[in-house]
C-alpha cells in the first residue's frame, strides 16, 4: 500500500535560512506525490504535486521538490525563509483506492 | 467564489446529540471526502463518493453517516456524539477518480468540540 512518512515533526529555521522538509514515500507503482500546507485554523493548501515528467517541480510561494525514485524521496525545500512560511506542512501520496493519504505533518517555525 | 465550502465552522455540543456537517463544491468535481483531523494534525480519510456512489467507507463508527444528495454536495450526519469525536473535520473534492493526479482542494475544515 501507498504511504509517506515525514522526518521531523518540527522544523525550526532562522528568515532567510534554507528550509528542508523531508519525506519518504512507499509505493508499489509510480506514485502521485504532493505537498499541502496549513496555516493555523485554515484548510489544506497545494504547494505542489509530481505525477510524472519533469523530477524537480515547482510550486507556490517559491517551493519546490525534487522527486527521486532512488531515495523514494520528495523532499520540500526553499531557499531563504519567510516569516510567513511559519505553517504546519503534509506530504501526501495518492493511495490503491485513489485516495489521497498524507503523513504525520511537520511544523515549519521560522525565526526572526 | 470559494470552491469547497463547509458549515459551520465550528461546533460545540454535548455529548449524545446528534449533529450534521455540510459541504458543497462549486468546482464541477466528480469525487468528494470527508477527513477527521485529530489533535496531533493527524490526517485520515473517512469517506468517498465519485458522483452520489459511496466509493470508500474507511473504519469508522456506524455513528457516522455521508449523505450525498447530488454531486456537488457531501455532508457529515453524526449521531450519539462522543468526546472523541472531537476534531477537525475536513471536505473535500478532486477532479476525477484516475489516481487524484490532479490533487484534492480542501475545505476551510469544521472544528467540532463534543463537551
Known amino acids: 500500500a501507498q504511504s509517506v512518512t515525514q522526518l521531523g515533526s518540527h522544523v525550526s529555521v532562522s528568515e532567510g535560512a534554507l528550509v528542508l522538509l523531508r519525506c519518504n514515500y512507499s509505493s508499489s507503482v509510480p506514485p502521485y506525490l504532493f505537498w499541502y500546507v496549513q496555516y493555523p485554523n485554515q484548510g489544506l493548501q497545494l504547494l505542489l504535486k509530481?505525477?510524472?515528467?519533469?523530477?524537480l517541480v515547482k510550486g507556490i510561494n517559491g517551493f519546490e521538490a525534487e522527486f527521486k525514485k532512488s531515495e523514494t524521496s520528495f523532499h520540500l525545500t526553499k531557499p531563504s525563509a519567510h516569516m510567513s512560511d511559519a505553517a504546519e506542512y503534509f506530504c501526501a501520496v495518492i493511495g490503491n483506492n485513489n485516495d489521497m493519504r498524507f503523513g504525520a505533518g511537520t511544523r515549519l517555525t521560522v525565526k526572526p | 467564489d470559494t470552491a469547497v465550502s463547509q458549515t459551520p465552522k465550528y461546533l460545540v455540543t454535548q455529548m449524545g446529540n446528534d449533529k450534521s456537517i455540510k459541504c458543497e463544491q462549486n468546482?464541477?468535481?466528480?469525487?468528494m471526502y470527508w477527513y477527521k483531523q485529530d489533535s496531533k494534525k493527524f490526517l485520515k480519510i473517512m469517506f468517498s463518493?465519485?458522483?452520489?456512489?459511496?466509493?470508500i467507507n474507511e473504519t469508522v463508527p456506524n455513528r457516522f453517516s455521508p449523505k450525498s444528495p447530488d454531486k456537488a454536495h457531501l455532508n457529515l450526519h453524526i449521531n450519539s456524539l462522543e468526546l472523541g469525536d472531537s476534531a477537525v473535520y475536513f471536505c473535500a473534492s478532486s477532479q476525477d477518480r484516475s489516481r487524484g493526479g490532479y490533487g484534492y482542494t480542501f475545505g476551510s475544515g469544521t472544528r467540532l468540540t463534543v463537551v
Open positions: 468546482l464541477g468535481h466528480d469525487t
Open positions: 509530481y505525477t510524472t515528467g519533469a523530477t
Open positions: 463518493y465519485n458522483n452520489k456512489e459511496l466509493i
